[in-house]
């Protein structure tokens, strides 16, 4: 069942699937965006959902916490890259940047990932992104990280294990914890799932060594402070680092990659199905790029034939010169082109430390070197 509402440059969809909500609708009432009386009381209704979440999680982490329940310990070092809230806050560039800092010490690592839908002999999109973006790294997909850690140990020799999101997942007993925290939505509206978007409460933050700022360039400098002020009254030990995921260039079938200039005012329409759509948008935007429209799916969205024959519909419908998407999507749209006519191209995105970069890497040496307290 899909119920639409088409509305020429924006396009919404309100159900997804079989009655899956749209991501967008979610976050537009959770954050209270949504106003009158039936979303209010949506709300009202999420919110012991929220308090049951809340004691579950509570109690697990007491049980870790007085060491009732085991954690692992890998013959290697782990560094977790995580966070404290659903949907992208940029782990995955993160990820890849860690990597290449092992590679140029020579670290033989491997990455820990759980997967997310995993379909048989085919990767899902962030591990498949990693594949392609770490090649000197092994990927072990398996939702269970002790099973991974001893595979890439026994198996590959792996000396260091990066953790893909694991702040949550307390099986395995980590070197280094760092989260990202996302500068456009940090907190996730300081309630949890799934009245809001917090996975633990933010005083989970104290076992963090370090947080990283993501798309600090999306948001102005007071926020950006008041972010900062925040994490350090929950943990004044936390290490501090700002970064921006700046685009690199765009890559098409081929693949030909076009500098960015291509794109100043050019007309584009985009599409993507990531965890905050708002960031990938307004990076076009800020490229100089003319916006037509766009469609946004739902995280991890499985696309289909008849998913790019709509989008392509539609871009023709709008006369744009490129379609555009983002990295993760691509990997999922690797089916034959509707409009041969209109180029296809994915956003090349890197994460760039703007503060705070010499103070984490300092901290992940410490943590290579057993140096950890």
């Given at each position: 069942?899909?119920?639409?509402?088409?509305?020429?440059?924006?396009?919404?969809?309100?159900?997804?699937?079989?009655?899956?909500?749209?991501?967008?609708?979610?976050?537009?009432?959770?954050?209270?965006?949504?106003?009158?009386?039936?979303?209010?009381?949506?709300?009202?209704?999420?919110?012991?959902?929220?308090?049951?979440?809340?004691?579950?999680?509570?109690?697990?982490?007491?049980?870790?916490?007085?060491?009732?329940?085991?954690?692992?310990?890998?013959?290697?070092?782990?560094?977790?890259?995580?966070?404290?809230?659903?949907?992208?806050?940029?782990?995955?560039?993160?990820?890849?940047?860690?990597?290449?800092?092992?590679?140029?010490?020579?670290?033989?690592?491997?990455?820990?990932?759980?997967?997310?839908?995993?379909?048989?002999?085919?990767?899902s999109d962030e591990p498949a992104i990693l594949t392609t973006s770490c090649p000197e790294a092994k990927v072990i997909v398996n939702p269970d990280r002790v099973v991974g850690a001893a595979e890439a140990v026994g198996k590959f020799a792996a000396k260091v294990l990066v953790m893909d999101d694991g702040f949550q997942h307390r099986r395995l007993k980590r070197d280094l914890d760092i989260v990202t925290i996302d500068a456009m939505c940090p907190f996730g509206y300081d309630r949890l799932l799934p009245g809001g978007l917090l996975r633990e409460p933010v005083t989970a933050l104290k076992r963090a060594h370090a947080a990283v700022i993501t798309r600090c360039d999306l948001v102005d400098?007071?926020?950006?402070?008041?972010?900062?002020?925040?994490?350090?009254?929950?943990?004044?030990?936390?290490?501090?680092?700002?970064?921006?995921?700046?685009?690199?260039?765009?890559?098409?079938?081929?693949?030909?990659?076009?500098?960015?200039?291509?794109?100043?005012?050019?007309?584009?329409?985009?599409?993507?199905?990531?965890?905050?759509?708002?960031?990938?948008?307004?990076?076009?935007?800020?490229?100089?790029?003319?916006?037509?429209?766009?469609?946004?799916?739902?995280?991890?969205?499985?696309?289909?034939?008849?998913?790019?024959?709509?989008?392509?519909?539609?871009?023709?419908?709008?006369?744009?010169?490129?379609?555009?998407?983002?990295?993760?999507?691509?990997?999922?749209?690797?089916?034959?082109?509707?409009?041969?006519?209109?180029?296809?191209?994915?956003?090349?995105?890197?994460?760039?430390?703007?503060?705070?970069?010499?103070?984490?890497?300092?901290?992940?040496?410490?943590?290579?070197?057993?140096?950890?307290?």
């Amino acid at each position: 069942m899909r119920i639409q509402c088409r509305l020429l440059p924006m396009h919404y969809e309100f159900w997804q699937g079989d009655l899956q909500l749209n991501q967008q609708v979610y976050r537009k009432l959770i954050s209270s965006r949504s106003t009158g009386l039936a979303p209010s009381l949506l709300r009202m209704m999420l919110r012991p959902a929220s308090w049951i979440y809340a004691g579950v999680i509570s109690l697990r982490n007491l049980l870790y916490s007085r060491g009732k329940l085991h954690a692992h310990t890998a013959e290697a070092v782990v560094i977790s890259i995580g966070n404290i809230t659903t949907g992208g806050t940029g782990k995955t560039p993160l990820v890849i940047w860690l990597c290449g800092l092992l590679r140029k010490k020579e670290l033989a690592c491997a990455i820990l990932t759980r997967g997310y839908k995993l379909k048989k002999n085919k990767l899902s999109d962030e591990p498949a992104i990693l594949t392609t973006s770490c090649p000197e790294a092994k990927v072990i997909v398996n939702p269970d990280r002790v099973v991974g850690a001893a595979e890439a140990v026994g198996k590959f020799a792996a000396k260091v294990l990066v953790m893909d999101d694991g702040f949550q997942h307390r099986r395995l007993k980590r070197d280094l914890d760092i989260v990202t925290i996302d500068a456009m939505c940090p907190f996730g509206y300081d309630r949890l799932l799934p009245g809001g978007l917090l996975r633990e409460p933010v005083t989970a933050l104290k076992r963090a060594h370090a947080a990283v700022i993501t798309r600090c360039d999306l948001v102005d400098e007071s926020q950006l402070g008041a972010i900062e002020k925040r994490l350090s009254t929950i943990n004044p030990e936390m290490i501090i680092a700002r970064a921006i995921h700046t685009p690199v260039c765009a890559k098409t079938l081929g693949p030909r990659e076009m500098p960015l200039q291509e794109l100043a005012d050019k007309k584009v329409f985009a599409f993507c199905g990531i965890g905050n759509p708002d960031s990938f948008l307004r990076t076009i935007k800020n490229l100089g790029a003319n916006l037509l429209g766009y469609r946004i799916y739902n995280d991890h969205h499985d696309y289909t034939n008849q998913c790019l024959t709509d989008i392509c519909e539609e871009a023709r419908y709008l006369g744009v010169d490129f379609i555009l998407t983002t990295q993760k999507d691509w990997t999922k749209t690797a089916l034959p082109v509707p409009a041969k006519d209109i180029p296809l191209a994915y956003l090349v995105i890197q994460l760039k430390f703007v503060a705070g970069e010499q103070e984490l890497t300092s901290l992940i040496e410490n943590a290579l070197a057993g140096r950890m307290t």
